[in-house]
C-alpha cells in the first residue's frame, strides 16, 4: 500500500485560492443586504511604501493585505478539501 505523500506547496496553493475567492466574494456580498457581515474585515500591512533609492536604481516595497469574513472562510475550505485530498 502506497503512502501518499502532501506537499506543503499544494496547502500553500490551496489556502491563497481560498484568500482570494473568499476576498472577492467578500466584496460582492457587501453590496447585498442581508449578506453584508462577510465583508466585514481589517486591512494589515503598510499605509505608505519604503523606498529604497540606490542612486542607480530605485525600488520601492508595500505590502497590504485585506482579510474578510468570506477570507477566512474561503481559507477553513482549502483547509478541509486539502485534508480530505
Keep these: 500500500m502506497a503512502v501518499r505523500d502532501k506537499s506543503i506547496w499544494i496547502l ?3 489556502i491563497l485560492s481560498g484568500l482570494v475567492i473568499g476576498g472577492l466574494l ?10 453584508w457581515w462577510l465583508s466585514y474585515g481589517q486591512d494589515f ?8 533609492d540606490l ?5 520601492t516595497f508595500a505590502l497590504q493585505l485585506k482579510i474578510n469574513i468570506a477570507s477566512i ?6 483547509i478541509f478539501i486539502y485534508r480530505k485530498i
Design 12 to 14: 500553500i496553493i490551496f
Design 26 to 35: 467578500g466584496e460582492l456580498a457587501s453590496k447585498v443586504d442581508f449578506l
Design 45 to 52: 500591512g503598510l499605509t505608505s511604501p519604503i523606498v529604497l
Design 55 to 59: 542612486n542607480i536604481i530605485r525600488l
Design 73 to 78: 472562510i474561503g481559507i477553513a475550505i482549502a
